[in-house]
């Protein structure tokens, strides 16, 4: 978390040091529990937030994977939530936007509101893609 706050604080030399840090603790955690999808999904935020594209989209994947809507509905959705963050990072846009709209139009606790204000959402936070899907027209 402290590296993805300093990299939105425009101090890339020390995100990129504790993220790294935070690599190497998620790599030891992962081999201890291979098929925990927390772990996955964080080192898909970690992978995304030090511009390892390939690295953190399949993870952010295989995070998916391991915690399908059929397991749990509820912890699906937090799963499709930092999917989405990750795409967003990744500058994917368009399956950023996707997610985004699946989570919009699954009854949840997600609303429009916890998408305007996202760092991450920046970005696209102006396109007529995603003032349709959050319903607002600018």
Known sequence: LAGMVLRRLQRPEEARTRLESALTHLVSKLEESPEDFRIH?????????LE?????????????????????????????????????VL??????????AFLLQTPSS????????HP????????????QIIGSDG
């Open 110 to 117: 997600y609303d429009g509101i916890r998408f305007t204000h």
């Open 52 to 88: 390892e594209a390939q690295l953190a989209f399949a993870h952010a994947q295989q995070g998916a994977a391991l915690m399908p809507s059929e397991k749990d509905p509820l912890l699906a959705m937090e799963v499709g939530y930092q999917l989405m963050e990750i795409m967003a």
């Open 120 to 131: 991450d959402f920046a970005a696209f936070r102006d396109t007529p893609r995603f003032r």
């Open 41 to 49: 999904l964080a080192l898909g935020k970690t992978y995304a937030e």
């Open 91 to 100: 500058g994917r846009v368009d399956e950023a936007l996707d997610q985004m």
